[in-house]
Each structure stands twice: as C-alpha cells, then as structure tokens.
Nanobody, 138 residues
C-alpha cells in the first residue's frame, strides 16, 4: 500500500527557514516522481517542487526558485524540501504526493510523460499524504 507522511511544518518568521520531510512506503522511488504541493488559505492547491527519479530531474514553480530545494535525504531516507527565505505567501498546508497511481487510480505507465512536467499535475499524482502546516509570520 502506497503511503506518504509529511513532517517538519511549523511557525517561522518572514525570512526564516524550514525543512519538510516526506516519508514513504509501499513503492520504490526509482520508478516514480515525488512532488510537493501546497494550498494556502483560499487558494487552489499548486505544485511547488517535484523530483523525478526516472531521469533525476528536479522542478520548481517560479515563485520558489532559488529559495527551495527538493532532494533525497539519504540519512533520513526521505524526500526533503528545504525552504529558505520564507515569505508570508509561502504559508499553507504542504503535501507530498507520488505518481504511482494517477488521480483516477490508474497505475503509471512506463511510457508516460514526466509527471513533474505535466501542466495538469494534480491529475498525475494520485497518492497523497495528509499534509503539514507551514505558517509564516510577518
């Protein structure tokens, strides 16, 4: 059973840093992508960053480029999101997700396009954690 659990959220001052972690089970990273999404108050859920273990590529939404880094934390065996220079607009619930199954429940095809590059990213990722809250005070 595919499972993802986020941790590391909290309250931080404007300009501060947080490191989020995504602990996974039930699948091997090597064949899939793992993404971080966020949903701020009154906002739609958006993709923030993504790592594709098939080709090693990493992806970021423009608003976090240069501030956030997604990486495999080999010590903790998690997918981490290091967030620096946090801004109030970064606040929200952060979710990690994987494309083992798409949103419709179908298993990812081996010849499918890079899930990290899909404009309809929410459709590509069907397995989600429950989220961790990030609050940024001004």
């Amino acid at each position: 059973q595919v499972q993802l659990v986020e941790s590391g959220g909290g309250l931080v001052e404007n300009g501060g840093s947080l490191k989020l972690s995504c602990t996974t089970s039930g699948f091997h990273w090597n064949y899939y992508a793992i993404a971080w999404f966020r949903q701020g108050p009154g906002k739609e859920r958006e993709a923030v960053s993504c790592i594709n273990f098939i080709d090693g590529s990493t992806h970021y939404v423009d608003s976090v480029k240069g501030r956030f880094t997604i990486f495999r934390d080999r010590v903790a065996n998690t997918i981490a999101l290091q967030m620096n220079d946090l801004k109030t607009e970064d606040a929200g619930v952060y979710y990690c997700a994987t494309d083992v199954f798409d949103a419709a429940g179908f298993p990812r095809r081996r010849d499918a396009a890079n899930s990290c590059e899909r404009r309809d990213s929410l459709a590509a990722f069907g397995s989600w954690g429950r989220g961790t809250q990030v609050t940024v005070s001004s």
